[in-house]
């Protein structure tokens, strides 16, 4: 039952669309030989082909193929193995062509189908009508000349992949879900960083509204929205538009859009003057992209394991609780440390993975996860290495300190970045396991409290937790519970 | 197929290029010369056969993922009318 939105007049339903435009990984760009590395130099990574001088002839780079070939399949899509390129026709001062080389009716990826997570638990099928290559333009800046606009062409001709979605998606929240499941995608496939404040991906939000069940309504696009927050509030402001403008009377121009941060609403873009009129055509300079199905089974063959494939075997090979798992394979870098942690244990200890896989992802997302947000960092830039927390997962697994202690230690390990095996030796922390010292010590503390073990030998149990206490106090948290316990109660009962 | 004035006006408007209106009359005959010399094609029987993408049996030449191109910064900006600071300086065209 998809959600609805009530109205003056009755209810509403929203149709939500992405297209997304992921930057490709590669060192080049799509058809030159300039680098693409992200903030260098103005115009310094611009070769003839990339700022259009007369005469050039582009020559696509092979491993932007392959990058979108892989995405593809992450996607469960169809490879088309002969694709088509066309010049998309557009004057803008970016844009030293005069066109976009991009793909129209013969995209290099068809149909497929991703499942997003939504917040109640279930799942969803969204549809993907297609992924096809194109150039990014230029960057424009229009703040930096009172009259003048610069224009740096680094950019310009860097392979993009668009991602266009089928018309699947009804709320916000499987708007930003879908949105963020792309991001996942690439980033495991290895195909783009999703890096959204340099820009790598950004979403064009199609939005319309309809009576439940009835024909499509004339949609809006909102173009380069670059965050999953932006889009759910794009997609909120504008279905409340829509709905709000219909029921006074009016109509839904279809027009493209802009968001707006400050406000969290969209506007119309100024400039509407035949609008979309890219008189599309294949590109005479290139002949169509053709390759072989063994060159797709081959990239399938070497396809990194994806977010769903790792989260199924966390929960079933590691024995992890599939909501760990799933905070843990949301982002590939959690996922990597995890991995990378749970080997360093498992030949710390000796142990295997299947008995280590509940500490270590505990230890993740409360321990680590609690102390990462306080400081404001990324998991890359964690202040505890992989071998200092796997030695600290090592002396808790092998009983030399608690786990009480281990908390402690961690927090002089984040103040300092010393090693928890050498923090221990300074501090003296390990773990009193000896029975003849806190054999001593209980029966010091049972002579100071004569009255209160008089009282539990009549019938007070609950006391046994104090004596509990008094023993940890004594030893200053460092005597092994276990010990205490069995030590105590024989004492006790006398 | 033939066109008329305004669909030529949009056109020159599309492309970016001037035609006056004295030249728009003329314009609209010599590209419905054009269109009509190309129809002829439309008489071959063209049902089931692949659109010829090339005269010669060849494939998509590739280039490797390899920076082998840039760094001139110069070269590049040197026919523009104007430069600044690095950048292409062009009237500014706000969105």
Not at chain 1, 220 to 227: A, F, G, I, L, P
Not at chain 1, 230 to 256: H, W
Not at chain 1, 347 to 364: D, Q
């Amino acid at each position: 039952m998809s959600k609805l939105y009530p109205g003056a007049t009755g209810d509403w339903e929203a149709v939500i669309g992405l297209e997304i435009h992921a930057q490709v990984i590669s060192e080049a760009k799509l058809f030159s030989g300039a680098a693409t590395a992200f903030g260098a130099e103005p115009n310094s990574q611009v070769s003839f082909v990339c700022s259009a001088q007369p005469g050039m002839l582009p020559v696509i780079n092979e491993e932007c193929v392959r990058q979108a070939v892989r995405t593809g399949l992450a996607m469960g899509c169809k490879i088309n193995l002969r694709s088509i390129f066309d010049r998309k026709n557009y004057f803008y001062a970016d844009l030293p062509q005069g066109y976009q080389i991009s793909q129209y009716k013969d995209p290099i990826v068809g149909e497929g189908v991703v499942n997003i997570d939504l917040e109640d638990g279930q799942t969803k099928e969204i549809g993907v009508e297609r992924l096809h290559l194109e150039q990014d333009a230029g960057k424009s800046m229009h703040d930096q000349h009172p009259t003048m606009t610069y224009v740096d062409l680094n950019r310009s001709g860097v392979a993009l992949m668009e991602i266009v979605s089928k018309p699947d998606m009804r709320t916000p929240e499987e708007a930003a879900a879908y949105f963020k499941k792309i991001r996942s995608i690439v980033r495991y496939a290895g195909t783009c960083d999703g890096n959204m404040e340099q820009g790598s991906m950004r979403a064009d939000v199609n939005v319309s509204v309809r009576r439940p069940g009835e024909e499509f309504g004339t949609r809006t696009e909102t173009k380069n929205v670059n965050s999953i927050r932006y889009v759910t509030q794009v997609v909120e402001s504008e279905i409340r538009r829509q709905i709000d403008l219909i029921e006074d009377g009016g109509t839904v121009d279809q027009e493209t859009r802009l968001f707006e941060v400050a406000t969290g609403t969209t506007r119309p873009m100024r400039s509407k003057e035949e609008a979309h009129d890219y008189r599309y055509f294949p590109d005479p300079d290139l002949l169509p992209l053709e390759f072989s199905q063994e060159f797709v089974d081959k990239l399938a063959e070497e396809m990194p394991e994806l977010e769903d494939a790792k989260k199924e075997r966390f929960i079933a090979d590691l024995h992890i609780t599939p909501y760990n798992a799933g905070v843990l394979t949301a982002e590939k870098e959690n996922a990597d440390y995890f991995e990378t942690l749970l080997a360093a244990a498992v030949e710390k200890t000796g142990k295997p993975v299947s008995e280590l896989g509940k500490l270590v992802s505990n230890w993740i997302t409360s321990d680590l996860f609690g102390a990462l947000k306080k400081l404001g960092k990324p998991i890359n830039e964690s202040p505890v290495s992989v071998p200092h927390a796997a030695e600290l997962l090592g002396l808790q697994l092998e009983g030399t300190i608690s786990g009480r202690i281990a908390r402690d230690v961690f927090e002089i390990m984040l103040e300092t970045g010393q090693g928890p095996e050498e923090i221990v030796e300074e501090k003296g922390l390990k773990q009193v396991s000896d029975t003849g010292e806190i054999e001593k010590m209980i029966d010091e503390i049972l002579a100071a409290n004569a009255d209160k073990v008089e009282e539990y030998r009549g019938g007070k149990d609950k006391l046994f937790g104090f004596f509990v206490g008094q023993v940890m106090k004594a030893t200053q948290g460092k005597a092994n519970p276990q010990v205490v316990n069995q030590l105590l109660r024989p004492k006790l009962d006398g | 197929m033939s066109i008329d004035k305004d669909t030529v006006a949009k056109i020159a408007n599309l492309a970016r290029i001037e035609v006056s209106e004295s030249e728009l009359e003329s314009t609209v005959g010599e590209l419905n010369n054009i269109l009509d010399w190309v129809e002829q094609l439309g008489e071959v029987n063209t049902d089931g056969v692949e659109a010829m993408t090339s005269v010669v049996e060849t494939q998509l030449p590739r280039r490797q993922d390899q920076v082998t191109d840039g760094g001139y910064r110069d070269q590049v900006l040197k026919n523009a009318p104007q430069s600044e600071h690095g950048f292409f300086a062009v009237p500014k065209v706000i969105e």
